[in-house]
């Protein structure tokens, strides 16, 4: 089973600075890489897929980049409905689909 | 717009049975693969089970595998995941979720339920 490692497991940051989250495949994945925001008592929301590409409807201070094993979420200017918890999913092979165990992302 | 919605949680003892559903609407049921997501509470997601557009092809996790059963009604716009011996560690909210690609599965998921709470506990 892959394992993805998400660092860090909180980041304290305030309205109007840059977010930066990581996620680390235990073994390679390609581009096979989502990326999910939750905020509490609600569902998951799907922000990126395929490492890099947006999905419909986020705004484009939120990006992804990343092959291989190595991974990177960043929210270039943080508003203050981003902070929640997020998520990075690998879809790469089986016997399964796995997430990370999560990033809190929190006001300073 | 797309709209899951599950029901069929609650509180079961250990050993029990359970089943939930998931009513869809506002796009193509039969056109996607569909996917049920836990989430024990406080804690993180874990992929419990996914089927193809058209039912043939299903895949459960090793947690789960043989102990529940994923399966779709298309006419109806109704997934389903039958849940037999459940366990403690089975408590969670279980989402349903719709996966991103028409026809061949992209086995990540672009709209999601608001979830249902499943309680085991004698």
């Known amino acids: 089973e892959i394992v993805l490692t998400q660092s860090p497991a909180t980041l304290s940051l305030s309205p109007g600075e840059r977010a930066i989250l990581s996620c680390r495949a235990s073994?390679?994945?390609?581009?096979?890489l989502a990326w999910y925001q939750q905020k509490p008592g609600q569902a998951p929301r799907l922000l990126i897929y395929?490492?890099?590409n947006r999905a419909t409807g986020i705004p484009a201070r939120f990006s992804g980049s990343g092959s291989g094993t190595d991974f990177t979420l960043t929210i270039s200017s943080l508003e203050p409905e981003d902070f929640a918890v997020y998520y990075c999913?690998?879809?790469?092979?089986?016997?399964?689909?796995?997430f990370g165990q999560g990033t809190r992302l929190e006001i300073k | 717009q797309v709209q899951l919605v599950e029901s069929g949680g609650g509180v079961v003892q250990p050993g029990r049975s359970l089943r939930l559903s998931c009513a869809a609407s506002?796009?193509?049921?039969?056109?996607?693969?569909m996917h049920w997501v836990r989430q024990a509470p406080g804690k993180g997601l874990e992929w419990v089970a996914v089927?193809?557009?058209?039912?043939?092809?299903?895949k459960h996790a090793d947690s789960v595998r043989g102990r529940f059963t994923i399966s779709r009604d298309n006419p109806k716009n109704t997934l389903y995941l039958q849940m037999n011996s459940l366990r403690v560690e089975d408590t969670a909210v279980y989402y349903c979720?719709?996966?991103?690609?028409?026809?061949?599965?992209?086995?990540?998921?672009?709209?999601w339920g608001q979830g249902t709470l499943v309680t085991v506990s004698s």
């Open positions: 506002g796009f193509t049921f039969s056109n996607y693969g």
């Open positions: 999913q690998q879809r790469s092979t089986w016997p399964g689909i796995t």
């Open positions: 979720a719709k996966d991103r690609a028409v026809a061949a599965a992209a086995y990540d998921f672009d709209s």
């Open positions: 073994q390679t994945i390609s581009n096979k």
């Open positions: 089927i193809a557009d058209d039912g043939r092809d299903k």
């Open positions: 395929d490492a890099s």
